[in-house]
């Protein structure tokens, strides 16, 4: 399964996205609010129902101690969702502040979520919030980079709008850099639309030349409710954001794959034998029955 990191230029409904497909995920499923900025789940979504004592910034001190205290403490930190225990969150910061205490976390937090994602099974989903940038790079205080370099997927959330778009459009080119340079490539960059506005998915991969991976609907009753908890909207359960964003899960998993397929097929080092059979094979063209 997939790590899929979250991100924008602006508040643009990342946590809201990120809760949505962690919800909608027809697999086990984990939500990292990890936005330097602070959570916001905590005090919204579940109403205070946790308190600071559970959360992201207490594996700081963990990762100090070594990776056994750091995969212990990240498993005693995590909130289920639901009664089953199958949709999970590791709830974030509590206050803005205490970002700089993970600069040293996040690499190591980063490879416990893979393992989470590959050997556990889960649909993995980071909140890194905001994109911050210091002389062209990521800021290594204000945004959680590390996360960012590992994942599988990383999907800057745009809105159909034009302020939206052209905010991206500052971002979308220093980002595509970094992980070119830094992370897993560049082909790791993909767009979340929000369908608010009148750009369409079209549109919009022509505005930020990076491709529309997913999209979910402007659903303002739903997403209230992953704002501000309480009772869920009449018809929830059919409601068009969590339809769209299971959806959604299986597009990201589906490019995720691609991705993979493809990087196990370029590291493969092919013979001068083979690759000249394959050579003479495409020049000839396939058989015909």
Same mark, same amino acid.
């Given at each position: ?7 924008? !230029? ?19 499923? @984990? ?20 308190? !600071?004592?559970?959360? @992201?910034?207490?594996?700081?001190? !963990? ?16 909130? +289920? ?11 974030? @910061? ?60 990383? @999907? ?91 959806? !959604? ?20 080092? +092919? ?19």
């Amino acid at each position: 399964m997939p790590v899929t990191a979250l991100v924008s !230029a602006k508040s643009c409904g990342v946590t809201t996205s990120a809760l949505a497909l962690t919800l909608a995920s027809k697999r086990p499923s @984990l939500l990292a609010e990890c936005d330097p900025a602070g959570g916001t789940l905590r005090a919204g979504f579940l109403q205070g129902e946790i308190n !600071a004592g559970l959360g @992201l910034y207490h594996l700081a001190a !963990a990762e100090r101690t070594g990776p056994e205290a750091l995969a212990n403490a990240f498993a005693s930190h995590l909130w +289920s969702l639901d009664e089953a225990g199958h949709r999970k969150l590791l709830p974030g @910061l509590t206050d803005p502040g205490q970002a700089g205490a993970l600069v040293r976390t996040w690499t190591a937090l980063g490879e416990v979520l893979h393992v989470m994602a590959e050997e556990a099974g889960h649909d993995v989903f980071v909140d890194a919030g905001r994109i911050a940038l210091e002389s062209g790079r990521l800021h290594t205080t204000l945004t959680p980079a590390p996360l960012l370099y590992q994942a599988d997927l990383v @999907l800057l959330v745009v809105r159909g709008t034009e302020q939206s778009l052209t905010l991206a459009r500052h971002i979308i080119e220093p980002l595509r850099t970094e992980l070119t340079e830094r992370g897993s490539g560049m082909d790791a960059l993909g767009l979340l639309l929000i369908e608010e506005g009148e750009a369409r998915a079209h549109q919009v991969t022509d505005a930020l030349k990076t491709p529309v991976l997913a999209a979910l609907p402007f659903d303002p009753s739903t997403a209230g409710f992953y704002i501000n908890g309480g009772r869920p909207p009449r018809g929830y359960a059919r409601s068009a954001l969590l339809r769209h964003a299971r959806t !959604a899960t299986e597009q990201m998993e589906a490019a995720a794959s691609r991705r993979r397929i493809q990087q196990q097929y370029l590291g493969r080092k +092919s013979s001068v034998q083979i690759t000249g059979m394959l050579q003479r094979l495409a020049e000839r063209g396939g058989r015909r029955g």
